[in-house]
Structures are given as structure tokens and as C-alpha cells.
């Protein structure tokens, strides 16, 4: 399970490196100027990133912004915020802010198990689009060999748009579990 495909795995993405330099129809944008900083002070990590992509037919030049910082909470757990500002395939204002609580724990109950957690909220501010227009959800997983388990559920609004991000489809409320017993042979 985990973070790379299974309980975990977060759709709505608030931010998603790739949808910069692409426009509408997917046609490159050429990246006129931009910027990134990254760093952690103690459990403090940050990051920021500026873009300024060009204009393309009908759409105007513009930047494109993303900054997230996290804490590193408990021992092996993370907590942080996001705000994304533009929309690379509209002249429309965009803007998300979010907030998420990672959990793990290596050594649940002193057995050596893995329990993993998350839970989010973002609101994101579209011009033209008012209400309806958060995602939130929570997920937990225990991804261990010989028992594998994971519940999950989330909302996503209608009008939810992570114009910097990535979501499968708005207008949607989920709950999804599976349990999963795993034999082996010594």
C-alpha cells in the first residue's frame, strides 16, 4: 500500500510539477524567467517556486506560483501547508490553499508494524466559481507483510479546480477499504 499506489496515494494533487510550460491543449509554453528556492532550517523544510510562462494564442504571459512548507512532527510524521497562484490554460484568476497531517509509525505497538495516515483539506478560488469548491478526505493503511489493510475516504466538489495540480474528477465522495492476507513459506 503506501505512498506510491495504494491507500495513500492522494488524488486531488494540489500542485504537479508537469502542468508547468504546458497549455490548454497540452502545447508547450516557452518559460520566459523563473525561480526556485528549497531548504529546511531544523524540522522546518520549505520550498518556492516562480515561473513565468509565455503567452500562447489567446492567453496572456503570466506567473505561475507555488509555495509549501512542512514540519516534521513526531518521529517519523510531517505536517504542512500549500498555496498555488495562476492557471496555465486560462486567463481566469486561480489560487489554492491546503492543508495536510502525514502519519507513520514503524514500530506500531512496539511490533515492528507499519500504521500509516493522512488527512487533507484545500479550498481552492476560481474567478466565475463560487461554493462547492473544497476537497478534503483521510486515509489509513496498515501495509505490512503477513496482513495488509487500508480505508480511505474523500470528497472532491464540483467546482474544486487545482488549476496547478491535478484531479481525476470533481463532484465526487468516495470510501474505498481492502484487506489483504498474504501467505509465505519459510
Known sequence: MGEKGGYLERSPLPFHSRRIGLGRRREPLDILAGGKITGRIGDLNFGLLN?????????????????????????????GIIATIGDPTSDDNNALVG???????????????????????????????????????????????????????????????????????????QSMGQRVRTIWHE
Open 99 to 173: 492543508y495536510d497531517f502525514n502519519y507513520k509509525n514503524s514500530d506500531f505497538s512496539g511490533s515492528g508494524q507499519t500504521v500509516e495516515g493522512n488527512v487533507y483539506v484545500m479550498k481552492s478560488f476560481t474567478s466565475d466559481l463560487s461554493g462547492n469548491d473544497f476537497a478534503y478526505g483521510a486515509a489509513l493503511a496498515y501495509p505490512n507483510s503477513a496482513w495488509e489493510w487500508g480505508v480511505k475516504a474523500e470528497q472532491i466538489e464540483k467546482n474544486f479546480n487545482p488549476a496547478l495540480g491535478f484531479i481525476e474528477e470533481a463532484g465526487v465522495r
Open 51 to 79: 515561473v513565468m510562462v509565455d503567452g500562447f494564442e489567446d492567453l496572456e504571459a503570466k506567473n505561475l506560483t507555488v509555495a509549501r512548507t512542512s514540519m516534521n512532527v513526531l518521529s517519523e510524521s510531517e505536517t
